[in-house]
């Protein structure tokens, strides 16, 4: 649990850029959509990218998340 704290506060100027409706909360879609726009312009292709933003959103967003639907980015709000 320490390793994901870790790595969740690595991540937290990055969440705050994927919190696209301001709640303070990153949902699975927002933390895709931050990443397929983030390599829009990758050689890979369109297909590619949206591909690889699902596989990050099924992979790394639960354990950001630790199990939730949301990540909450700043614990005193």
């Not at 969740?8 to 705050?16: D, G, T, V």
């Not at 690889?52 to 998340?65: G, K, W």
Request: proline share 1%; aromatic share 8%; glycine share 2%.
């Amino acid at each position: 649990l320490n390793l994901i704290e870790l790595i969740r506060a690595s991540f937290k100027k990055m969440l705050k850029k994927m919190d696209t409706n301001n709640d303070n909360y990153v949902t699975k879609e927002e933390f895709k959509q931050y990443h397929i726009e983030k390599n829009k312009d990758s050689c890979f292709g369109e297909e590619c990218n949206e591909k690889t933003a699902e596989c990050l959103a099924n992979c790394c967003f639960p354990l950001l998340a630790c199990g939730k639907k949301k990540i909450k980015i700043n614990k005193n709000k």
